[in-house]
């Protein structure tokens, strides 16, 4: 693996352990809502999170000489045809995607009651997505 592929593993790794981190500072939804810091940390380590993901995704998309993916969420659909994810994965991380553009471009009206949602119910799909793509590129070096 590449030094641009190990950087981003490494941004993905340090945003998702500063959001496991955050909820356990925060410890509830009532706090969080009121604790503006603490939405702006959980905001941009969502956004770094997401982004090192998409750019993991993309490079192995590239490498692989697979279709050029007509959006960002399209590239988990890519590495769905590719068997790396099943559907339902690659849907959730497509998802990931959406929300992560949400939150850049909606931040007027952003609800935190979702992102408090996000960093406490399903960010294991991010550490699940990278742990594949981990394993997945050791296999083919």
Do not use: C
């Not at 380590?45 to 998309?61: G, M, P």
């Amino acid at each position: 693996m590449g030094p641009h592929l190990i950087a981003r593993f490494d941004h993905l790794e340090r945003a998702l352990n500063r959001l496991h981190t955050l909820v356990q500072k925060v410890k509830s939804q009532k706090r969080f809502l009121v604790d503006l810091d603490a939405q702006d940390i959980a905001v941009r380590n969502i956004q770094v999170a997401i982004e090192a993901i998409t750019d993991i995704a993309n490079s192995l998309v590239a490498n692989k000489g697979w279709r050029k993916p007509e959006s960002s969420p399209d590239t988990f659909h890519i590495l769905a045809d590719s068997h790396i994810f099943s559907r339902s994965f690659a849907q959730k991380l497509a998802d990931w995607v959406r929300f992560r553009n949400l939150l850049i471009h909606e931040y007027a009206s952003i609800d935190y009651r979702i992102v408090w949602k996000a960093i406490t119910i399903q960010l294991d799909d991010l550490r699940k997505a990278a742990e594949i793509l981990a394993n997945f590129l050791s296999e083919v070096e």
